[in-house]
Each structure stands twice: as structure tokens, then as C-alpha cells.
């Protein structure tokens, strides 16, 4: 049972990030036996994950051999909010035949001299393949946006673009899944913290992060309005509760998976020709 986390996480048409709870745990044992230790809670909810990518990995396997749908999961959050951990999580046990990962960092110069589409459509997946995007084409409607680089009509313009762009995706076969991690400002400011203090973790420190953290609210605002400008049933957004490292994976394995189980995936039907073969 995956509990239906699209119905339960799917965004809705006047989103309100403020009014999400960061903290939910709707999914976590401890929600539905609140007798549970958290240490015992968390226990139960790894062994549930694990259990889920058990399933994904033999819904992937059928993907990759079915070679007919695509599959892009989309990740998008605050600086902290475990974009990186969520596919550690998901997919380090998973086969690499099928699966790819696209991370999008400030553009380079030949990309910026190209539409700011253009490095995003040479990742998009292939027949038989997940691609994974850690960040995507929509921090082109977000951090430019937040920083002034474009103004309110070029915007539109974009959230326009976008919607063309993802109904060709899907309109070509490919599934698409768009998940905003939603974390606190609280607790960015703790995991921004636990970086700093502790040295193996300071490399992941980026002095920008702090700058770009006093923009908190407009980067809410930006959010809300890009996930209601391009939330669409063939390009659906989820905003997945992601103060909890542990329910943000059981959620987000739940999305996948619910979304593989929809697809009506098998392994190709046998070769007649190879029935004759015999191997000496």
C-alpha cells in the first residue's frame, strides 16, 4: 500500500506554501500508531522504503525491457531541502541501466547563448529510461525571477513556454512527475548551521546560500506562482512535507512508484524465433 500519496500531496490551485505543514508525517508509522518510540517509527518507515524501491526497481526493470515510456522525475526545493539525499535514497540500489541523473547549476556561457531550454531538452529521457532532474528548467521562472533578471511579463511568457514544453513531453510518452520539497525556514537554517559547525560538512557550505535565504518569502511567493502556472494532469506537481529526511523518501518512493504502477508495464512478450535456439 502506498496510502495514494498523489491524491494526498498532489498541489492544489490556490497553494499556499505557508500554509503547509513542513513538519507533516502523515505517511510515518508513528501517524498511525503514535504509541511508537520515533527510533522505533523510523525503523518501521526505512523498512517501508526499502520494501517500495524493491518495487520500483522491478517496475524499472520492466520499463528499461518494455522500451516503449519515459519517465522524468523533477526535483525542486529550497537550498537544503534534500534534493541530492532524496536520490541517494531512492536510487543507489536501483540497476544504472534505465537511469539517469541531471543536476542544472547556473547556466555556463554557451549555454546562455542558447533558450534556456535548450540544456534542459538534451537531458529529458530516452525510451525505457527514469531521468531525474536535481533542479530543472523551472529555475528559470524562480531564481531569475527572484533576482530581477526578468520581469513579470517575461515570466508569463516562460510559464507559457513551460506548459508547451511538457505537454510535448507527455504528448511523446513521457510520465512526468514534479515534486516540490517543502522544508521550513527553521529548518534550513538548522541543516545551513549543522554544515557549518561540523568540517567534514563544510564543503557544502556556499556563503551564497545565506544571501539568498534573506529572500525567503519571495522565493515562496516565486514558487507558488510557478507551480500553479504549470500544475497540469500530464505534468502534475506534489509538494512532499521534507523536514523529515525519512518521510520525504517514503513519500517521494511512493509518488514513483504509484506513477510506474500506472504505467502497464511488461516485459516484452517472448521471440518466436528464439524458441529453436539452443545454447551449446
Request: aromatic share 8%.
Amino acid at each position: 500500500m502506498t496510502h495514494n500519496a498523489r491524491q494526498r500531496f498532489g498541489a492544489s490551485a490556490k497553494l499556499k506554501l505557508h500554509e503547509k505543514d513542513a513538519d507533516d508525517a502523515a505517511f510515518s508509522s508513528r501517524s498511525a500508531n503514535p504509541e511508537l518510540s520515533k527510533s522505533k517509527a523510523k525503523a518501521l518507515d526505512l523498512k517501508r522504503i526499502a520494501a517500495l524501491i524493491d518495487r520500483i526497481r522491478a517496475l524499472q526493470d520492466k520499463l528499461y525491457a518494455q522500451h516503449k515510456q519515459k519517465v522524468l522525475l523533477i526535483l525542486q526545493g529550497m537550498d537544503t531541502s534534500g534534493k541530492d539525499g532524496t536520490i541517494r535514497a531512492m536510487f543507489n540500489g536501483i540497476s544504472p541501466m534505465g537511469i539517469r541523473t541531471a543536476a542544472f547549476k547556473a547556466p555556463t556561457d554557451n549555454e546562455l547563448a542558447h533558450d534556456y531550454l535548450w540544456r534542459v531538452h538534451q537531458q529529458v529521457p530516452v525510451k525505457g529510461e527514469i531521468a531525474i532532474f536535481n533542479r530543472s528548467h523551472y529555475e528559470d521562472v524562480l531564481i531569475t525571477k527572484v533576482q530581477g533578471m526578468i520581469d513579470g511579463d517575461e515570466c508569463q511568457r516562460r510559464y507559457a513556454q513551460i506548459r508547451d514544453f511538457e505537454r510535448m513531453l507527455a504528448e511523446t510518452g513521457t510520465v512526468i512527475v514534479k515534486v516540490f520539497l517543502h522544508i521550513s525556514k527553521e529548518e534550513q537554517r538548522e541543516r545551513l548551521q549543522e554544515r557549518l559547525d561540523d568540517p567534514d560538512k563544510q564543503w557544502k557550505f556556499n556563503p551564497a546560500d545565506v544571501e539568498q535565504r534573506k529572500k525567503w518569502n519571495a522565493y515562496q511567493r516565486a514558487y507558488e506562482q510557478a507551480i500553479r502556472e504549470t500544475n497540469a494532469p500530464h505534468a502534475p506537481w506534489y509538494v512532499v512535507p521534507a523536514n523529515s529526511k525519512t518521510h520525504r523518501n517514503l513519500v517521494v518512493a511512493s509518488l514513483l512508484l504509484e506513477t510506474l504502477e500506472g504505467m502497464d508495464l511488461a516485459y516484452p512478450e517472448p521471440h518466436p524465433d528464439l524458441s529453436s535456439f539452443t545454447v551449446e
